[in-house]
């Protein structure tokens, strides 16, 4: 499949896009290697871990296939600019550049509001999530080791 970045339309997310997400999010659970957690959360759930500002979809043919959103790490005030991104693509469309843009988007868009440290949480098999945030700039900090 060839998409160019001018099919690929990045726009705010809105309570109309949750089925979409929701899908994608479950892709992602059933990968076992994209999130930490092991259900997929309600709406009110969701909305409530993630900042209004910065969450958006990228939709190709009016179809929502790729979402980014920030989470605060802290309600303590000096911790405001540290937020963690989560982003998520639909299978199908995975090595296409999508996702890239859409992280390029959201760094952009994080800068404006006053974020000021971004980081991710990425599952050490999860090495295209890994590459894309090389490729954006983010560089490797730390690595978890299971506990025995």
């Known amino acids: 499949m060839n998409v160019t970045n001018e099919q690929i339309l990045i726009r705010k997310f809105n309570p109309d896009d949750w089925n979409a997400v929701k899908e994608i999010y479950q892709q992602g659970l059933?990968?076992?290697?994209?999130?930490?957690?092991?259900?997929?959360?309600?709406?009110?759930d969701w909305?409530?871990?993630?900042?209004?500002?910065?969450?958006?979809?990228a939709v190709l043919n009016g179809k929502v296939i790729a979402f980014a959103v920030l989470s605060p790490t802290s309600a303590r005030v000096v911790y405001h600019g540290v937020?963690?991104?989560?982003?998520?693509?639909?299978?199908?469309?995975?090595?296409?550049?999508?996702?890239?843009?859409?992280?390029h988007h959201l760094i952009s868009a994080s800068e404006e509001i006053g974020c000021w440290s971004l980081y991710s949480s990425i599952i050490a098999e999860n090495t295209a999530s890994i590459a894309l945030h090389k490729k954006c700039g983010f560089r490797e900090i730390g690595l978890s080791i299971p506990m025995q």
Not at 37 to 42: I, V
Not at 48 to 56: D, I, S, T
Not at 86 to 103: E, N, R, W
């Open 30 to 44: 059933d990968l076992n290697i994209a999130t930490f957690q092991t259900e997929c959360p309600t709406y009110t």
């Open 83 to 103: 937020v963690e991104v989560s982003i998520y693509l639909d299978q199908q469309y995975t090595g296409l550049g999508i996702a890239t843009q859409l992280l």
């Open 47 to 57: 909305d409530h871990g993630h900042l209004q500002a910065c969450r958006f979809v």
